[in-house]
């Protein structure tokens, strides 16, 4: 059972990799939804697995109600077992957090925008209610493939199952197309999507819908 929770998250990565980083992630992104489709089995079992995870880490408290359906202790246990990320607890803004990094060796793989990265999970670790990720952006070619195949793997492993691939088909669109200053936004299920861009980086923030 553990070995079927965690495929969906190597098929991503490989996938990703086998296309290369800096010529073929868009490429990666775009075709992505179609692996996805055709291992509904492994992402099923992945969530099922995920929302039991949560539910015995969370039973002895009640979760804070409006979140994104999402505990902490699901998103650590994913995205560690990648060996790609590492956590570090505290605050922001009076609220827990705990802001997700990259290691050395996923920095090896990203390395046009690993100094700069962050995924920052905010609010009640049995019900998050925000997300904020932090990529490096410049007008070189390389820090957009490597963000979309960053993010891409970043939420493969804890987005509900039906959210995949509408996100991923909306970050293919949008992510090297918004323009310095500017901002697209979509809500899927529970979820709304903000991407912004700035001289320096893109920031995409995650919260419940309206």
């Known amino acids: 059972m553990r070995l079927t929770r965690f495929l969906a998250i190597p098929l991503v990565m490989l996938f990703i990799l086998a296309c290369g980083l800096t010529n073929g992630i868009q490429q990666a992104a775009t075709q ?18 995920g929302a039991a995870q949560s539910s015995s880490n969370c039973s002895s408290t009640t979760p804070t109600s409006g979140g994104l359906g ?74 957009v493939d490597q963000g979309m195949g960053l993010v891409t793997i970043l939420f493969a492993g804890f987005l509900p199952p039906g959210a995949h691939i509408p996100f991923i088909t909306w970050l293919t669109q949008e992510y090297a197309a918004v323009p310095v200053g500017g901002q697209q936004q979509t809500t899927i299920g529970a979820m709304q999507f903000t991407l912004q861009r700035s001289q320096t980086e893109m920031v995409l923030d995650i919260v419940p819908a309206q």
Do not use: H, W, Y
């Open 70 to 143: 999402i505990s902490l202790d699901t998103i650590k246990t994913v995205l560690q077992i990648t060996n790609q990320f590492t956590f570090t607890d505290g605050t922001v803004d009076g609220q827990t957090a705990s802001t997700a990094t990259l290691t050395s060796t996923a920095a090896a793989s990203f390395q046009d925008i690993a100094n700069g990265f962050s995924a920052v999970f905010i609010g009640d670790p049995c019900n998050i209610g925000k997300i904020t990720v932090t990529i490096p952006r410049t007008d070189q070619q390389a820090t």
């Open 32 to 49: 992505l939804p179609g692996i996805l489709t055709g291992a509904p089995t492994v992402l099923g079992a992945m969530e099922t697995v």
